[in-house]
């Protein structure tokens, strides 16, 4: 018998699962209760399901992706009055597959976000950035605030009046984090290659680098630092009549790069 003295609180995952498409870095969104509210995927973890297989299951119900795709826990949320209906833990998971392993989405009310993440001011105190999120007729844009506090950096962010739609609850925290996450590990680690289907050439790796960094990248210096990352297929694709050599990721690079 379960001991009853302990309080109950629901919990939950929700799921931030992005892509890229015709060269932008994209998000899925969802509509949430209120009118011009978009939110993160989310749904309740059942009694006897373990978190991860809470968001293996999400990931099916959204976009009915391959199952073979990549999610990681990121943050949980739980502060006491971020959610008027009952007290609810949330679990965020960070997730990323190719375009192609996308078959459709979910109950069609879902919407892929192009995200775009500008800095315009920075000091060695502070940074200010635009986050903005665009679908089709709707514009999410909220100004970032981070501020050097000691040790530690805090962020705040405020909806620009020149959005039209807001993201719900908290949630802008947590896109806030994912796009923080990706651009800063998409050089140094192999993240950005959970992005890409399989073999590619070293143009379609710089197409993803560039896409979440926002901007044009020096193709001479990237192709110097990815090669480190990478293993020749020995394999090769015809590229506007040109032979073009097939790499793949090479994830003991992870553990090695410190002797490189």
């Known amino acids: 018998m379960k001991n009853t003295e302990y309080p109950v609180l629901s919990c939950m995952v929700n799921l931030i699962l992005m892509t890229v498409s015709g060269?932008?870095?994209k998000i899925l969104l969802i509509p949430g209760e209120e009118k011009n509210t978009w939110a993160m995927p989310g749904r309740f973890v059942h009694e006897q399901e373990d978190l991860d297989e809470a968001?293996?299951?999400?990931?099916?119900?959204?976009?009915?992706?391959?199952?073979?795709i990549y999610f990681r826990q990121m943050y949980t949320f739980g502060n006491t009055e971020r959610d008027e209906r009952a007290r609810i833990l949330s679990t965020v998971y960070f997730s990323m597959t190719p375009e192609s392993n996308i078959r459709k989405i979910g109950d069609g009310n879902a919407r892929w976000f192009t995200v775009d993440k500008q800095v315009t001011q920075y000091d060695e105190q502070s940074r200010d950035s635009i986050l903005e999120l665009t679908a089709e007729d709707q514009r999410i844009i909220y100004k970032i605030h981070d501020t050097v506090l000691g040790n530690y950096v805090q962020t705040r962010s405020e909806v620009s009046d020149e959005s039209d739609a807001v993201l719900a609850l908290d949630h802008i925290k947590a896109v806030n984090m994912a796009v923080d996450l990706l651009k800063n590990r998409a050089a140094s680690t192999g993240i950005i290659f959970n992005l890409l289907s399989g073999p590619s050439t070293l143009r379609e790796i710089q197409t993803v680098f560039e896409a979440i960094r926002g901007a044009p990248t020096d193709t001479g210096n990237f192709r110097r630092d990815i090669k480190k990352m990478l293993n020749e297929t020995g394999q090769y694709k015809i590229v506007h009549g040109k032979k073009a050599l097939l790499y793949t990721f090479n994830p003991l690079y992870e553990y090695v790069k410190e002797n490189l």
């Open 23 to 25: 060269g932008k870095l």
């Open 55 to 68: 968001v293996s299951a999400l990931l099916t119900e959204e976009t009915t992706a391959d199952h073979h």
